[in-house]
Nanobody, 123 residues
Framework: QVQLVESGGGLVQAGGSLRLSCTAS????????MTWFRQAPGKEREFVAA????????SHSPSAKGRFTISRDNAKNTVYLQMNRLKSEDAAVYYC????????????????WGQGTQVTVSS
């Protein structure tokens, strides 16, 4: 099993920044990729950014590209999502997920999920 714990959400003004963290524990050797998804009220969960467990491959959604950056700290088993120039449409619950396979935007390919962290953007 793998446990994921997210932190870093909160209230921020439009144009501001937040950094989300997701720390993995347990059988981390089984992880192939880690990904951030988000879900706004009344909407489906959507892909934001992914990173291979080795850290050498990343992918960002079109809405995230240029504003958000996913990264990881190998020593801390932690993945980060640096979010800059936040917009009201970025408000959502952000979830960290881990897959035993490759990076994917398909939620069904993920084996482990964190509890989510709320990001609220005020205008």
């Amino acid at each position: 099993q793998v446990q994921l714990v997210e932190s870093g959400g909160g209230l921020v003004q439009a144009g501001g920044s937040l950094r989300l963290s997701c720390t993995a524990s347990g059988r981390t050797f089984s992880i192939g990729a880690m990904t951030w998804f988000r879900q706004a009220p009344g909407k489906e969960r959507e892909f934001v950014a992914a990173i291979s467990w080795s850290g050498d491959l990343t992918s960002h959604s079109p809405s995230a590209k240029g504003r958000f950056t996913i990264s990881r700290d190998n020593a801390k088993n932690t993945v980060y999502l640096q979010m800059n120039r936040l917009k009201s449409e970025d408000a959502a619950v952000y979830y960290c997920a881990a897959s035993r396979g490759y990076m994917s935007g398909d939620t069904g390919r993920y084996d482990y999920w964190g509890q989510g962290t709320q990001v609220t953007v005020s205008s």
